[in-house]
């Protein structure tokens, strides 16, 4: 009787068997897989980031790293492009992008240039080129 007790109960499933169990599709098994990694990399670029501009408290004895967070910081912005979320260079008071002129300015430049340089056309005319057999080329 004790053996039948053990035959129902169920084995416990990890997170591999689970997601096996929650889609049968391998291609949506594969891609719940690739987020749960992509989020696992940005968890832990985003707490070497922290570590790298926080400073501890002396009392936990932890030796202060000199990082360049540089390499860190682009693996971290680049799995967020992965989520789609990408970063945008704010807009300063008068309208421009950061470091960048207004549309109006822009205007301004394409008239003041239209009237120091008016449009010319150019023509160009070329003779007919004929092509021996005897690989000469003639004009």
């Known amino acids: 009787m004790t053996e039948e007790v053990?035959?129902?109960?169920p084995k416990k499933k990890g997170i591999l068997g689970k997601l096996k169990e929650a889609s049968?599709?391998?291609e949506?098994?594969?891609?719940i897989l690739s987020t749960f990694v992509r989020l696992g990399i940005l968890i832990w670029s985003g707490g070497i980031?922290?570590?790298?501009?926080?400073?501890?408290?002396k009392a936990l004895q932890f030796p202060e790293q000199d990082l360049d967070p540089t390499f860190i910081a682009s693996v971290f912005t680049g799995v967020l492009a992965t989520f789609g979320v990408q970063t945008a260079k704010g807009k300063n008071g008068n309208g421009?992008?950061?470091?960048?002129?207004?549309?109006?300015?822009?205007?301004?430049?394409?008239?003041a240039a239209k009237e120091t340089?008016?449009?010319?056309?150019?023509?160009?005319?070329?003779?007919?080129?004929?092509?021996?057999?005897?690989d000469t080329y003639k004009m």
């Open 24 to 26: 049968e599709d391998k």
């Open 6 to 9: 053990k035959k129902d109960v």
């Open 49 to 57: 980031l922290t570590l790298a501009y926080v400073d501890l408290p």
């Open 117 to 134: 340089a008016p449009a010319q056309t150019i023509r160009i005319e070329q003779a007919p080129i004929k092509i021996s057999t005897d």
């Open 96 to 111: 421009a992008a950061a470091g960048g002129i207004t549309k109006e300015d822009m205007e301004k430049l394409i008239a």
């Open 28 to 31: 949506e098994q594969l891609a």
